[in-house]
Nanobody, 126 residues
Framework: QVQLVESGGGLVQAGGSLRLSCAAS????????MGWFRRAPGKEREFVAAASRSGGETSYVYSVKGRFSISRDNAKNTVYLQMNSLKPDDTAVYYC???????????????????WGQGTQVTVSS
């Protein structure tokens, strides 16, 4: 089992920044690719970003490229999502997830992820 706990959400004005953190415990953190997903009210869950097990490979949904950055610290069992230039459309509950895949793989499909956090709310006001 891997337990994931997100933090760092909140209310921010458009154009502002937030950094989300996801702390993992349980099995070896570096054995998992880590992803961030989000679900906005009335919408389907959406892939946001992922980092490979080593952090050397990353992937982003097109709408956040250049604004969001995913990183991980395997020594601290933590993955981060730095979110800059936030827009009202970024308002959602953000979830981190862990996927047991080979290194260099950055999955964007939710079904590949075995473990999920409870989520943290991000609200961007206009």
């Amino acid at each position: 089992q891997v337990q994931l706990v997100e933090s760092g959400g909140g209310l921010v004005q458009a154009g502002g920044s937030l950094r989300l953190s996801c702390a993992a415990s349980g099995r070896t953190f570096s054995n998992y690719a880590m992803g961030w997903f989000r679900r906005a009210p009335g919408k389907e869950r959406e892939f946001v970003a992922a980092a490979s097990r080593s952090g050397g490979e990353t992937s982003y949904v097109y709408s956040v490229k250049g604004r969001f950055s995913i990183s991980r610290d395997n020594a601290k069992n933590t993955v981060y999502l730095q979110m800059n230039s936030l827009k009202p459309d970024d308002t959602a509950v953000y979830y981190c997830a862990a996927a047991p895949v080979p290194d260099s793989v950055v999955p964007g499909t939710p079904s590949i992820y075995n473990y999920w956090g409870q989520g943290t709310q991000v609200t961007v006001s206009s």
